[in-house]
């Protein structure tokens, strides 16, 4: 594993973690509407056992996210999530407005 | 995702191309599109042009295509910024280019200049720099900065530079050094068109006079490039 965990590659988790035999789920902002937190494309990489790494908000919805994430390890499929990002929760990760944000959720087989 | 899909999308990005994954956001159904590789079967023309685009742009983003919702991620290799000349400048153009998420790499054949201590954890060579500059192959999402004020070592470097096909390519100098310099590429058979590229005087103009307002200067310029190309 020489090269498998990059601090700035979430991927990278993801192998790691399916190497050691445990579970892994990517959720991905797949659209923003408003002001969003992180961009299209951003990435967060959970593990079976909730550990996560990468981020699709700032820390608005990574809670749901994460536990979105455990059932689809747990069960197989995948999930769209839609979140609206109220103008308080915005407050807090350094928006002025709020917006809303679709995250995609898949295993990693 | 499949195991086999991420370990092949991770293969890209250590081997520094660029790639992409389509995700039809109803089936789950998954394709990975590498540069210069034949499109997966299930991937389009259509979804093909998308993914060009979105890799150029460096954009990812939902599409509909025949129907179809997709997401297109884009794996992008990491911007590079090679800095000709291990100058004083060069210190704090490395800070600030790391800032803003670019590998760098100073390319000095002057040992004295390019002496370890001066630049902790960089990547500094001292090969010519037409050399250097040619195995380190730059492409669409590198940067090239001249600093040497040395025709002997600016003038190589920016031919190869000119001829490739990266982003910013900016030299260091006033007006009439920089007229200078245009005079001599044009005799060596660079074309006006290919002379238009370099940004010279370097770097956005804020009034910067100190070495580390310089290097702002110019990160500024080259972001401006990158995400707002003319």
Redesign the interface.
Known sequence: MA?AIDAD?V??Y??AW?AQGRGAA?A?V??TWGSAPR???S?LVVSDAGEFFGSVSGGCIEGAVIEAAQRVIAGG??Q?LRFGVTNEMAWEVGLACGGDIEI?V???? | ???EL??R??RA??AKRPAAVV?D?ET?EQWLVESGERAPGGVGEETLAAVRAALRAD????VEIGGRAL?I??YNPPLRMIVIGAVHIAQPLVGAARLAGFEVFVIDPRHAFAADARFPDVRVTTQWPDEALAALAPDARCAIVALTHDPKLDDPALAIALRSEAFYVGALGSRKTHAKRVERLREQGVSDEQIARIRGPVGLAIGARTPAEIAISIIAEVVQQLRQPA
């Open positions: 090269d590659d991927l990278g993801a192998e399916r990517l991905t797949v659209s961009p299209v494309g990435q499929g995948i769209r995609f898949e295993r990693i087989e | 995702m499949k195991r991420l370990d999308l991770l990005r250590r995700t956001l789950g954009r990812a983003g939902p997401f991620n884009v």
